[in-house]
């Protein structure tokens, strides 16, 4: 089992649409936990971190369920600029060896 | 402006050849890292480096070699080029263990 795994897609939506992505990951001592944005030929931006509790900011809002080891983002009303690769990123207790999900792409088309 | 930069942004050299990709951020964190996006969009860590401590994915061959002079920098060099190693590298870095990382904008090295 790969360590982090996400559906690579992609997730065609219309704009306004609501999509939402999972990430699982296989390590139980993972500890910190955060989704990216990637752009077509960019780096890596740091979206949002994803807190026990659940979090949310405008219209995204992730999800931590550690029992099922599975973190989650929600897109509401998707916008054309939404359009992009969706990363998860889990960190292990002590290791400062981030593992990055392969990405989920995202199109929203109007 | 505060980022983490990279020179070169594109680099295209021949199999055998030695190159560096060079590395600097200005945003006052303790650990940068190296990673390898490769042709299929799979962004894998080769390094981490925090208080002088590295941290290397054991997967990464001995070609690859990061230089850190300061806190500020941290270098990737590369010897005897291969095919393979063409892909988009990048550099981040982040206040710390297990804390969100900024990136800089990945040099593009293609080896013909």
């Known amino acids: 089992r790969k360590e982090v795994e996400q559906d690579p897609g992609p997730f065609n939506v219309p704009e306004g649409a609501t999509v939402a992505f999972n990430c699982t990951y296989s390590?139980?001592?993972?500890?910190?936990f955060f989704w990216y944005r990637q752009d077509c030929r960019k780096e890596p931006k740091l979206l949002m971190s994803?807190?026990?509790s659940g979090n949310e900011d405008g219209r995204f809002t992730a999800q931590l369920n550690r029992a099922s080891q599975y973190i989650s983002l929600l897109i509401r009303d998707s916008k054309l600029s939404d359009s992009a690769t969706y990363l998860c990123?889990?960190?292990?207790?002590?290791?400062?060896?981030?593992?990055f999900g392969r990405g989920t792409s995202l199109i929203v088309h109007p | 402006d505060t980022a983490v930069s990279q020179t070169p942004k594109y680099l295209v050299t021949q199999m055998g050849n030695d190159k560096s990709i060079k590395c600097e951020q200005n945003l006052g964190h303790d650990t940068m890292y190296w990673y390898k996006q490769d042709s299929k969009k799979f962004l894998k860590i080769m390094f981490s480096y925090n208080n002088k401590e590295l941290i290397i994915n054991e997967t990464v061959p001995n070609r690859f070699s990061p230089k850190s002079p300061d806190k500020a920098h941290l270098n990737l060099h590369i010897n005897s080029l291969e095919l393979g190693d063409s892909a988009v590298y990048f550099c981040?870095?982040?206040?710390?263990?297990?804390?969100?990382?900024?990136f800089g904008p990945g040099t593009r090295l293609t080896v013909t």
């Open positions: 390590n139980s001592a993972s500890q910190s």
């Open positions: 994803v807190y026990s």
């Open positions: 990123v889990v960190n292990a207790e002590g290791s400062y060896i981030p593992t």
């Open positions: 981040a870095s982040s206040r710390g263990q297990g804390l969100e990382e900024d």
